[in-house]
């Protein structure tokens, strides 16, 4: 694209090479993305052809003969499948959703709660959906349409791809999946899933003004060492430190990419002031106990953040009759290392905010700008075979050289490998408020006494967002844990059990929680506020419960 894009500014570049900040309006970035998008839209031939649409009723065409439709509207709405009770201008948008995602299914004449309500195409042919949805997407989005009967109710699915060059836009605006529904991209998401999508990556740009004196030599020579070591790299003793990197990609017609200033620039925090790393340690989830912005280069902000780190959680020291000593964290450094290095690695760092770790009595919160890279969900980085799919691929490269990460995607197995051998619960992984965390937490039973008690309504709300809980409710945690073993129950049902007059506050907190801690699920995850809702335990939960005994 030759142009850097950011939440509110672009840098253009000019024939020296230059650069400009120029002020742009989301709604006017968002526009000016598009129309360059589609200007250097290439040649999409893979879903240019007609799907003929079955309208016998209760026949379907080829491709919908094996679906299981019933099968479908059971398991409810998710990433992958919407139910609507008419085709309008929502369906576009869901259409446009899922070519941005990974594809799916939209079934027409199906309500929210799995009720088949029956489609009305009025006086328009299934044709005629497939032909507004055609001239409505940019670029054309070609989707496949049959027709079925359902309780004696015409039901409509329309099959939408996977579309490889993204993002596809609807009246200007782009959309992306989230669990079971469509979020309006933002021009920095646009831009992102665009440089994806064509297998470029941000850091791989050169950066407006900088030249190679800004670069620190000493640390590439560090660097060609250190790689060379590992015997990630074999790099031609003959080549000088600046062939090194314009080798690698770091270099681009003699001027440095924004992943060879944060890597090895003189100041790396020039001009992404951004690019730090912020730790507190707080008591109580509210007073600051100690606080440190960490600057430099990003390999370095690692260390000293595991330092922070460790600064400030207990150690035991265990005499086995070995010649040292075991050291017994409060929580594995292997698995923080691993979440502290994928922060710094594949952080969003055109985002404005900085990496926050936040050490509480109870837990700790690793918290990265930039949400999952698109198509990757919290499930598939469970994972051990999911692909590896870096927002940074320069700088991953680096840190890979460095064993500082592996490249193929199983550094969040190892994650919660090395914390069930501790008998520490699974790590939350989360998008979470622009973000994503990961929150590594302490047994229940291990929650410092002290916490107890602290009911203040700032102390609840803030105990949900990093996890806190009142001693009180680490009991009814408990309890509900052990209630739903081997049954499923609504909030009125559970209160009843804890003998309970009505579903308090404290138990919603508590269910929420748990919801969050992937301890409970829903019974109809589609749609959490239906009257039928109940609850039953995970195997994450029973493997917690088993733990405690």
Not at 514 to 528: E, S, W
Request: contains cysteine.
């Amino acid at each position: 694209m030759g142009k850097f894009w950011s939440w509110y500014f672009v840098w253009e570049e000019s024939e020296s090479g230059a650069g400009r900040r120029a002020p742009q309006s989301k709604d006017g970035l968002r526009r000016r993305l598009l129309r360059e998008l589609a200007a250097s839209e290439l040649e999409i031939n893979c879903f240019s052809r007609y799907i003929p649409t079955q309208t016998d009723k209760g026949k379907r065409a080829s491709w919908a003969a094996g679906m299981d439709i019933e099968q479908i509207i059971k398991n409810g709405e998710s990433e992958t499948v919407e139910f609507k009770t008419s085709f309008g201008q929502e369906a576009i948008e869901t259409v446009v959703a899922f070519s941005n995602t990974r594809g799916g299914t939209i079934l027409v004449g199906v309500n929210n709660s799995g009720m088949t309500v029956g489609a009305d195409s009025g006086r328009e042919s299934l044709q005629q959906w497939a032909n507004r949805i055609s001239q409505n997407t940019e670029p054309t989005v070609v989707v496949e349409i049959a027709e079925t009967e359902l309780s004696g109710k015409d039901v409509v699915l329309i099959q939408v791809p996977d579309y490889p060059l993204k993002p596809v836009a609807t009246r200007g605006r782009c959309f992306r999946r989230v669990g079971n529904s469509n979020r309006q991209m933002t021009p920095q998401e646009i831009s992102q899933m665009h440089m994806l999508s064509t297998g470029t990556s941000w850091d791989a740009f050169p950066v407006p003004g900088k030249t190679l004196d800004d670069l620190d030599l000493e640390r590439v020579r560090w660097y060609i060492r250190a790689a060379n070591n590992t015997g990630r790299r074999n790099f031609d003793p003959g080549m000088n430190e600046l062939q090194v990197l314009e080798k690698i990609e770091l270099i681009k017609n003699n001027h440095p990419t924004w992943a060879a200033v944060l890597l090895f620039g003189k100041n790396p925090q020039s001009p992404l002031t951004q690019s730090t790393v912020h730790c507190g340690r707080f008591r109580q989830n509210v007073h600051i106990m100690d606080d440190r912005l960490i600057t430099g280069s990003i390999i370095d902000q690692v260390n000293e953040a595991m330092d922070f780190i460790k600064k400030h959680i207990n150690v035991e020291f265990v005499i086995t009759g070995k010649p040292q000593r075991d050291e017994i964290w409060d929580y594995p450094l292997k698995a923080l290392r691993e979440a502290v290095t994928n922060a710094v690695c594949h952080r969003d760092y055109s985002d404005n905010a900085d990496i926050q770790i936040k050490v509480n009595d109870e837990s700790i919160q690793i918290w990265s700008p930039g949400f999952l890279p698109f198509n990757v969900t919290e499930d598939e980085l469970a994972d051990p075979t999911h692909s590896s799919k870096p927002r940074n691929r320069l700088i991953a490269q680096a840190f890979y050289d460095l064993e500082m990460i592996e490249r193929y995607g199983s550094g969040t197995s190892r994650i919660f490998e090395d914390c069930k051998k501790a008998g520490l619960p699974r790590p939350e992984l989360k998008d979470f408020s622009g973000g994503f965390s990961v929150i590594f937490r302490k047994a229940l039973a291990e929650i410092p006494a002290q916490l107890a008690g602290s009911e203040t309504e700032s102390g609840l709300e803030s105990g949900l967002e990093s996890g806190l809980e009142s001693g009180l409710e680490s009991e009814t945690s408990i309890s509900v844990l052990n209630i739903l073993a081997g049954t499923v129950l609504s909030r009125s049902e559970i209160a009843r059990k804890l003998k309970h007059k009505k579903v308090s506050g404290a138990l919603n907190r508590t269910i929420k929680e748990l919801l969050l801690k992937k301890y409970i699920q829903y019974t109809i995850p589609g749609d959490p506020n239906n009257r039928q809702q109940k609850y039953r335990l995970t195997d994450e939960g029973r493997r917690f419960l088993k733990l405690r005994k």
